[in-house]
């Protein structure tokens, strides 16, 4: 049974993982949620890996050598089973311990990170998959209420000059570093949480696709918390 959220037109709900994963999008319709309320200890799984650098993936042979309690235990079943699930589907998930994302200070004026609004590309048919089990969730806005950076005035002409060639290249060169995937919310944009435990299935940019990509982004960390998260 699926039924259109309270969000709107763009977001679907979903009540099982089949029907996550073959529910066709449509229409204004570019996410898919399946809203769940998870069981579990997810907190400290997150405290018992110690790790350098700014992320780590998490195997499950990894999750699996932990000594949990009762209550860690099932917050781990919840991980391997979403992942095999996921696996089962024929998508290559990765579940990742994040502290913060690099950040791209290359263009000043034109970050493309992913906390940058952005929408996903493929040369291929496929969707994102992604989950936050613990930390801050992710975030997507509707189409209506963002703006494709290139075609935005000042930001275009700024991108112009750093071109500096023939007018003839300059599309393949927005799409050669990716500029042309990022976009800016309106002033009245409404940004979706993509809420701890659900999982989410996102539209992409491919060329089979028959509805817009979603546009989303990664949150900023809130004090040093560590994030645990699923993404494919």
């Given at each position: 049974m699926?039924?259109?959220?309270?969000?709107?037109?763009?977001?679907?709900?979903?009540?099982?993982?089949?029907?996550?994963?073959?529910?066709?999008?449509?229409?204004?319709?570019?996410?898919?949620?399946?809203?769940?309320?998870?069981?579990?200890?997810?907190?400290?799984?997150?405290?018992?890996?110690?790790?350098e650098g700014?992320?780590?993936?998490?195997?499950?042979?990894?999750?699996?050598a932990?000594?949990?309690?009762?209550?860690g235990?099932?917050?781990?079943?919840?991980?391997?089973?979403?992942?095999?699930?996921?696996?089962?589907?024929?998508?290559?998930?990765?579940?990742?311990l994040?502290?913060?994302?690099?950040?791209?200070?290359?263009?000043?004026?034109?970050?493309?990170?992913?906390?940058?609004?952005?929408?996903?590309?493929?040369?291929?048919?496929?969707?994102?998959?992604?989950?936050?089990?613990?930390?801050?969730?992710?975030?997507?806005?509707?189409?209506?209420?963002?703006e494709?950076?290139?075609?935005?005035?000042?930001?275009?002409?700024?991108?112009?000059?750093?071109?500096?060639?023939?007018?003839?290249?300059?599309?393949?060169?927005?799409?050669?570093?990716?500029?042309?995937?990022?976009?800016?919310?309106?002033?009245?944009?409404i940004?979706?949480?993509?809420?701890?435990?659900?999982?989410w299935?996102?539209?992409?940019?491919?060329?089979?696709?028959?509805?817009l990509?979603?546009?989303?982004?990664?949150?900023?960390?809130?004090?040093?918390?560590?994030?645990?998260?699923?993404?494919?």
């Amino acid at each position: 049974m699926n039924d259109f959220s309270p969000f709107g037109n763009h977001i679907q709900t979903v009540t099982n993982f089949e029907d996550l994963v073959s529910t066709p999008f449509r229409g204004e319709n570019n996410a898919l949620c399946w809203a769940r309320e998870l069981i579990g200890d997810f907190s400290e799984i997150v405290k018992k890996v110690d790790f350098e650098g700014n992320m780590i993936e998490l195997g499950e042979e990894e999750l699996r050598a932990l000594h949990l309690s009762e209550q860690g235990n099932l917050a781990r079943e919840i991980l391997i089973t979403d992942l095999k699930s996921l696996r089962s589907h024929g998508a290559s998930p990765i579940l990742n311990l994040i502290k913060y994302y690099e950040r791209d200070d290359a263009f000043p004026f034109f970050p493309t990170d992913v906390y940058s609004y952005h929408v996903d590309r493929s040369p291929i048919p496929t969707d994102t998959f992604l989950c936050t089990y613990y930390g801050a969730a992710s975030e997507l806005i509707p189409n209506s209420q963002a703006e494709q950076k290139i075609l935005i005035p000042e930001i275009r002409h700024e991108l112009q000059k750093l071109y500096g060639g023939e007018d003839e290249g300059f599309e393949a060169f927005l799409s050669e570093y990716f500029f042309d995937l990022h976009y800016q919310a309106k002033p009245s944009a409404i940004p979706v949480n993509l809420v701890l435990g659900h999982i989410w299935r996102l539209a992409i940019d491919h060329p089979e696709s028959k509805v817009l990509p979603c546009v989303h982004r990664a949150p900023l960390e809130t004090n040093g918390q560590v994030r645990l998260m699923l993404i494919c």
